[in-house]
């Protein structure tokens, strides 16, 4: 199971490389095809992408269910640091893409994009939400498994499970739960929760200087 979880973040961040060769090949057009046979083989090949990711999301969280009536209490915990750790490096290359084609579709329109921008933004959080659903049901197994080992209350279940689904929070809480009440991987977290400081920090530097740069 642990290769499925690999092969799940390997088949995500490979989404942005496909995604430029697509289009770079699209406009050099080297097979000189015009109207659908040359729209079809993207449609196809973004359609082949999107049930492959589809196909081994929904295996990886059925195979959550069976990993805890089993009660693998390790090989739950590694799926679920593979999944979460894994994603950072995605999400991190995901929004510099959509921020490149934000800013391509801000300058190509003049602006008129804005009006529909809460739209695109919400369409694009909600398929990006979508993906870390496998992670997000080895969170909720892991966070039953320690509620089932005595070492969360209730409310901690709620509260967790709830985190588990949410951007960013869902990474802290994965190293919360494996370094604190499982005692393994903390150095992973350790790693992990600096990295999250540094991209505070950055952000909350660049957010002053662009701030400062519209005064």
Known sequence: ???LCIGYI???CAQVPVAVFSISTFFANPLGLSGVSLVAPYGLLALIYSL???GLGCKLIADSFLIYKAHNVQDCLRCLMVLKYGMIPYFIVNFLWLSLWAFILLIATRGTVLVVAPILLLTAMFFTWLVL???GFYGLQVV???KKEGNLSRLGCLV???LQFCFFLDVLDCAYLVAWKW???KLAAILVCLFYCVGVVLAFFAFTRFSASLS
Do not use: E, W, Y
Request: charged content about 15%.
């Open 1 to 3: 199971m642990i290769k």
């Open 10 to 12: 390997l088949l995500l």
């Open 52 to 54: 492959a990711v589809l």
């Open 133 to 135: 659903l496998p992670g």
């Open 144 to 146: 039953r498994l320690t």
């Open 160 to 162: 967790h499970g709830i």
């Open 183 to 185: 005692k393994c991987g």
